[in-house]
């Protein structure tokens, strides 16, 4: 698994874009926030989310996992 801050700065935008795009639907705050709204581990969302963009799966940055209490 690759680390987030390895991927190319325009797939970190794409993978952020995504999860913006995701959370305001939701109307939530964190991935963690999506995560548990959708009944699922945050661990299953960030992987899901990487494939459907064609993206290597990568860690999750801590800041976007808890909505920037990190």
């Given amino acids: 698994m ?3 801050y ?3 700065d325009w797939k970190q935008c794409e993978l952020l874009i995504e999860l ?3 959370i305001a639907w ?8 999506l995560s548990e709204q959708e009944g699922r581990a945050p661990h299953i969302v ?3 989310m ?5 993206i290597e799966v ?6 976007v996992l808890t ?3 990190a």
């Fill in 2 to 4: 690759k680390d987030f």
């Fill in 6 to 8: 390895e991927l190319d």
């Fill in 20 to 22: 913006i795009e995701r």
């Fill in 26 to 33: 939701k109307d939530v705050r964190s991935l963690e926030a």
């Fill in 46 to 48: 960030w992987p899901e």
């Fill in 50 to 54: 990487c494939l459907g963009r064609g």
């Fill in 58 to 63: 990568c860690s999750i940055p801590e800041r």
């Fill in 67 to 69: 909505g920037g209490r």
